[in-house]
C-alpha cells in the first residue's frame, strides 16, 4: 500500500500548548497536503509545500517536508480548543491524476 | 461561493440493494475525484474525472462499483449489489485544471449497509 503513516496517532494538549504530527511516505512526490477533519465528514485544506520547498507557514501552521527521510511534520502554534480535530497528511505524485494518497491521521485533541 | 455538495448525506440500505451517490462538484472544476473513508482502511481513493479524458478508475475496490460525470460537471457513484463492507463514507472532492491541487472537498455521504 502507498499509504502514509501518522504518528501519534493521538493527541491531547492543554489550549495554549504547541502540537506536532508527523508524516512519513513512502516514495518520492510532487507536493504535500495537509487536511483537517472535524466530526468525522468532510475535509477542509490547510497547507500545501512542494517537493522543492522545505518550509512554509499559514498563520499558526507550520509546515516542513524533508524529502531525503520522506517525512513532513504540522505544527500548531498557540492551540486553541476549535483545532480539535482529525489531521491527514495527504501526498500527490503528480502526472495525470494527480490523486490524493492520505496517510492514516492523527486524532487531536485540545483541552480548554 | 457554494462548495461541492454531495446527497443524500445519510444512506441505509439492505444488503444487495443498488446506491446512487450524488456530487455536485464547485462551478467551473473540471477535476472531480471520489474517495472513500472507512475504519478498517483509512482514506481510499477510488475514481477521477478530468474533462473529456477517459476516467482513471484504478481505485475501484471492484465491478460492483462505477461511476460517471454528466456534461462535466455532476458525478454518481453507483454500486450495485451492496455488501456490508461497502458501509463507509464516500467524499468528493474538485479542482480547477492547474493552479495548487489542493482539493476542495464535499461533506460526504454515509452509507450503511445492513
Known amino acids: 500500500s502507498q499509504q502514509g503513516e501518522e504518528d501519534p496517532q493521538a493527541l491531547s494538549i492543554q489550549e495554549g500548548e504547541n502540537a506536532t504530527m508527523n508524516c512519513s511516505y513512502k516514495?518520492?512526490?510532487?507536493?504535500l497536503q495537509w487536511y483537517r477533519q472535524n466530526s468525522g465528514r468532510g475535509l477542509v485544506h490547510l497547507i500545501l509545500?512542494?517537493?522543492?520547498?522545505r518550509e512554509k507557514h499559514s498563520g499558526r501552521l507550520r509546515v516542513t517536508l524533508d524529502t531525503s527521510k520522506k517525512s513532513s511534520s504540522l505544527l500548531i502554534t498557540a492551540s486553541r480548543a476549535a483545532d480539535t480535530a482529525s489531521y491527514f497528511c495527504?501526498?500527490?505524485?503528480?502526472?495525470?491524476?494527480?490523486?490524493?494518497?492520505f496517510g492514516t491521521g492523527t486524532l487531536l485533541a485540545v483541552q480548554p | 461561493g457554494a462548495g461541492v455538495s454531495q446527497s443524500p448525506s445519510n444512506k441505509v440500505t439492505e444488503k444487495g440493494k443498488d446506491v446512487e451517490l450524488r456530487c455536485d462538484p464547485i462551478?467551473?472544476?473540471?477535476?472531480l475525484y471520489w474517495y472513500r473513508q472507512s475504519l478498517g482502511q483509512g482514506l481510499e481513493f477510488l475514481i477521477y474525472f478530468q474533462g473529456n479524458s477517459a476516467p482513471d478508475k484504478s481505485g475501484l475496490p471492484s465491478d460492483r462499483f462505477s461511476a460517471e460525470r454528466t456534461g462535466g460537471s455532476v458525478s454518481t457513484l453507483t454500486i450495485q449489489r451492496t455488501q456490508q463492507e461497502d458501509s463507509a463514507v464516500y467524499l468528493c472532492a474538485s479542482h480547477p485544471t492547474g493552479g495548487s491541487y489542493e482539493q476542495y472537498f464535499g461533506p460526504g455521504t454515509r452509507l450503511t449497509v445492513t
Open positions: 495527504a501526498t500527490a505524485y503528480g502526472g495525470a491524476t494527480n490523486k490524493l494518497i
Open positions: 509545500i512542494r517537493s522543492n520547498e
Open positions: 516514495t518520492s512526490i510532487n507536493n
Open positions: 462551478s467551473g472544476h473540471t477535476a
